[in-house]
């Protein structure tokens, strides 16, 4: 399964907003952008959609910015390809495909691996990427003698 940009991007917002949660303190787009190397115009797009689809809130004034709409144990990987990709739980079946036994058999096992990558990416959350970024960078700050 490969990951497009667009879900990239989200996430790394998405883990930005995750790591300031519990200061509760906004996130501005600039600010988001830099740290994680993300086009401004494209992420006031992607955080748009997260707005609109209740994954994180905006907040005005000139303190105001971004912050996740739950606590980022909550908000799991699963979500954020829903809301992205606009992905649809109950997807139609190809009409084609099912005209022959190869085609049931391939939709089956279609059907099976996105089930199995749906699990995996329900498993983890917001926060679970947060804590997994720190032991890395706890490791890289490490000096050997």
Same mark, same amino acid.
């Given at each position: 399964?490969?990951?497009?940009?667009?879900? !990239?991007?989200?996430?790394?917002?998405?883990?930005?907003?995750?790591?300031?949660?519990? #200061?509760?303190?906004?996130?501005?787009?600039? !600010?988001?952008?830099?740290?994680? =190397?993300?086009?401004?115009?494209?992420?006031?797009?992607?955080?748009?959609?997260?707005?609109?689809?209740?994954?994180? %809130?905006?907040?005005?004034?000139? #303190?105001?910015?971004?912050?996740?709409?739950?606590?980022?144990? %909550?908000?799991?990987?699963?979500?954020?390809?829903?809301?992205?990709?606009?992905? =649809?739980?109950?997807?139609? #079946?190809? !009409?084609?495909?099912?005209?022959?036994?190869?085609?049931?058999?391939?939709?089956?096992?279609?059907?099976?691996?996105?089930?199995?990558?749906?699990?995996?990416?329900? %498993?983890?959350?917001?926060? =679970?990427?947060?804590?997994?970024?720190?032991? #890395?960078?706890?490791?890289?700050?490490?000096?050997?003698?």
């Amino acid at each position: 399964m490969e990951i497009s940009n667009k879900l !990239e991007y989200t996430i790394l917002a998405l883990v930005e907003l995750a790591s300031s949660y519990s #200061k509760g303190e906004p996130l501005q787009i600039r !600010e988001i952008a830099t740290l994680q =190397d993300i086009p401004n115009r494209y992420l006031e797009q992607l955080l748009a959609t997260l707005r609109r689809r209740g994954l994180i %809130k905006s907040i005005r004034g000139a #303190k105001g910015g971004y912050v996740l709409a739950r606590d980022p144990q %909550k908000i799991t990987l699963l979500d954020a390809l829903n809301c992205m990709e606009g992905y =649809d739980p109950v997807e139609s #079946k190809s !009409e084609l495909s099912l005209q022959t036994i190869e085609g049931e058999v391939i939709q089956e096992v279609w059907e099976e691996s996105r089930q199995t990558a749906n699990a995996i990416l329900q %498993k983890y959350t917001l926060q =679970d990427l947060c804590q997994r970024r720190a032991i #890395k960078e706890r490791k890289e700050l490490m000096y050997y003698i």
